[in-house]
């Protein structure tokens, strides 16, 4: 699986596909934190060094 990582000066919403259970998750690019899904908490990114590591492989860039 191909890690997309996704650079702190980039701040905005990103739309994770969960790859265990397919659900849509929006999720801010500077969490602080891990993220994990909200049904299965599934692990869906990890932040390392102020780079948020999404680990499913469907996601969106939310523009806004
Ligand atoms: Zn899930």
Redesign the pocket.
């Known amino acids: 699986m191909a890690y997309r990582i996704i650079p702190e000066t980039k701040s905005r919403f990103l739309k994770i596909k ?6 849509d998750q929006i999720v801010f690019s500077k969490a602080s934190s891990g993220i994990k ?6 692990e ?1 990114a990890s932040s390392t060094g102020g780079k948020l590591i999404v680990k499913a492989k469907e996601f969106k860039e939310l523009s806004s």
Do not use: A, D, I, R
Request: net charge positive; charged share 10%.
């Open positions: 969960c790859p265990g259970c397919g659900n899904c909200l049904v299965c908490s599934k869906l």
